[in-house]
């Protein structure tokens, strides 16, 4: 069982500062991620009513009301879910504690603006500043008011969830599961009025688990996973699902988890938090898993891994550099389509987990007939289960599109799933 959430949550895949007066010409991010400020990060807003929180950014000469979203935990730790079978109240609903979580996409965030130009309807403001201080990514202001304005955004959410459908969509994308385990359908939006079609045959899992150096092996595969939404949570930001999965296991037991999946404008992030009470190697186990996507056709399409140049094209035959590429360690691998936009997936292993030994998983060949016409194959696989220590740790996986094929911005975007860059957040002096 030790291995129970490895297996169901990795096949879900998918400028110049200055001081506060003055104004930096940084240019506001372009490549996807977002700005978590955790109530710990700020003892201002402790306490006080969600409803009374307006973020706004700076860009150019105007500051603009910026979406945002605040996401509850329980003493658990866990996403609090208000919508579903399984929902859960909010402990404090509508008061920011330590709990909660507020979020920002980073392509929202602005320049560092004069202090003289934010409201002074406000009791209190704090300057959120993304990345470090000799080179920002980008500024975003949080003010607290006793008689919120309603701001104008652009839009009202970035993502929508149809619970009926089982179905997210954004401006980027399009993902369905209707009811299935793993997503069924995939479909990238973009900027052109050009047809959006499904890309994908399925999502595939291979998971083997060997006890007492081979005497006995389990393996099962995406046709044997089990699954049931328990509950959601839409918000302006990003739509987190949660779903519980099951494996079947010899004399009627079987493996079970939770798993949550958050989805953004430009990615979704899978996560789940891996408890392991017994090293593996104390019984005498090991074992892989694959996950991947099982693509219709993505013919032209090249393929990017860590630490190489990208290779290829996609034309259903491994070439001979396609072949020296298969299952090489890397952290991220991508696919660069011939419309301009670029498939990125990045696993990001904490705690013990980051022992695992994490491989591209690329097949441009046909070889399974159920399904025929698919190719590539495209993901992960983990293996060396048995070097992993006990105690809890958490492992994410991200599916993120992009707008280009540049290989730099692709590393760059790597960087920030990888690596996050730091937030700080300022309390700002009283206006009058």
């Known amino acids: 069982m030790y291995c129970r959430l490895l297996i169901i949550s990795l096949f879900l895949l998918l400028p110049n500062y200055s001081i506060a007066q003055q104004t930096v010409t940084s240019a506001p ?7 978590s400020v955790e109530g710990q990060q700020a003892p201002f807003l402790l306490r006080q009513s969600t409803a009374a929180l307006r973020a706004y950014a700076f860009h150019g000469d105007q500051i603009e009301p910026i ?13 609090v879910l208000d919508h579903g079978t399984q929902s859960q109240p909010d402990d404090s609903p509508g008061v920011f504690d330590e709990n909660d979580v507020l979020v920002l996409m980073n392509r929202d965030l602005g320049q560092q603006g004069p202090l003289d130009r934010l409201s002074k309807k406000a009791t209190a403001w704090a300057e959120i500043r993304v ?11 949080i003010g607290i008011f006793a008689e919120p304005p309603t701001p104008m ?4 959410q970035y993502t929508h969830y149809d619970p009926q459908a089982d179905k997210v969509d954004t401006d980027r994308y399009s993902i369905t599961f209707a009811g299935a385990p793993l997503p069924t359908q995939l479909a990238l939006v973009g900027h052109t009025e050009e047809p959006v079609t499904n890309l994908i045959a399925g999502v595939g899992v291979l998971g083997e688990v060997r006890f007492l150096r081979g005497l006995l092996t389990l393996r099962r595969t995406d046709q044997d996973i089990h699954a049931e939404v328990l509950s959601y949570r839409q918000g302006m930001i990003r739509t987190i699902r949660r779903a519980r999965y099951w494996i079947p296991l010899p004399l009627g037991f079987r493996a079970n988890g939770r798993v949550d999946v958050t989805f953004y404008r430009d990615f979704v992030e899978g996560t789940a938090t891996v408890k392991l009470k017994i090293p593996p190697r104390l019984i005498l186990a090991d074992g892989e898993v694959q996950t991947y996507f099982r693509f219709l056709d993505l013919s032209g399409a090249r393929l990017l891994i860590e630490g190489h140049e990208p290779v290829g094209p996609v034309d259903g035959r491994l070439e001979s550099n396609e072949q020296a590429l298969q299952r090489s360690p890397a952290r991220w691998t991508a696919l660069l389509l011939p419309n301009g936009h670029t498939l990125l997936l990045v696993a990001r292993l904490e705690g013990t987990l980051q022992r695992l030994e994490q491989r591209v998983y690329f097949d441009d060949t046909e070889p399974d007939m159920t399904h025929v016409g698919t190719k590539p194959s495209f993901g992960f696989e983990f293996s060396g289960v048995n070097q992993l220590e006990t105690g809890t740790h958490r492992l994410s996986v991200f599916a993120i599109t992009l707008d280009t094929t540049s290989v730099d911005d692709i590393r760059r975007a790597v960087e920030r799933f990888l690596t996050p860059p730091p937030v700080s957040i300022t309390p700002l002096p009283a206006t009058s």
């Open 67 to 79: 979406p945002f979203q605040i996401d509850e935990r329980d003493q658990r730790n866990r996403w």
């Open 29 to 35: 991010p372009s490549l996807p991620g977002i700005t």
């Open 153 to 156: 955004l652009p839009h009202s």
């Open 131 to 141: 990345g470090s201080e000799a080179a920002p990514l980008g500024f975003a202001y």
